[in-house]
């Protein structure tokens, strides 16, 4: 069993920055793959970027379009906690931010179906 606590939204101008944080209790943080989505109102929820469990010494990381070059994502395994680094925000990244964790392998990190595990979510509102 995985608990997720994400914290960190709030509200921004755009062209500011936020920095999300998703907290985990368990003992299978370490080896799950990661996931960040977003969900605006009356749309559904969209893949943002996922991290995978460190394979060697590397973290294989994958973000929507969208996001590339604004947003990184990123996890530190002693603390079992996920981030997401947000640059540069657009009025467009208005959302509820929702973290995930996939305890199964082999499956594309961009499909929500494929997280076993959520948080309650965190609201983003970047003003224009």
């Known amino acids: 069993q995985v608990q997720l606590v994400e914290s960190g939204g709030g509200l921004v101008q755009a062209g500011g920055s936020l920095r999300l944080s998703c907290a985990a209790s368990?003992?299978?943080?370490?080896?799950?793959?990661m996931g960040w989505f977003r969900q605006a109102p009356g749309k559904e929820r969209e893949f943002v970027a996922s991290?995978?469990?460190?394979?060697?010494?590397?973290?294989?990381?994958h973000y929507t379009d969208s996001v590339k070059g604004r947003f990184t994502i990123s996890r530190d395994n002693a603390k079992n906690t996920l981030f997401l680094q947000m640059n540069v925000l657009k009025p467009e990244d208005t959302a509820v931010y929702y973290c995930?964790?996939?305890?199964?392998?082999?499956?594309?990190?961009?499909?929500?179906?494929?997280?076993?595990?959520w948080g309650q979510g965190t609201q983003v509102t970047v003003s224009s």
């Open positions: 995930g964790a996939s305890v199964r392998s082999g499956l594309s990190t961009m499909r929500a179906q494929n997280y076993d595990y």
């Open positions: 991290i995978s469990r460190i394979v060697g010494s590397t973290y294989y990381t």
């Open positions: 368990g003992r299978t943080f370490s080896t799950a793959t």
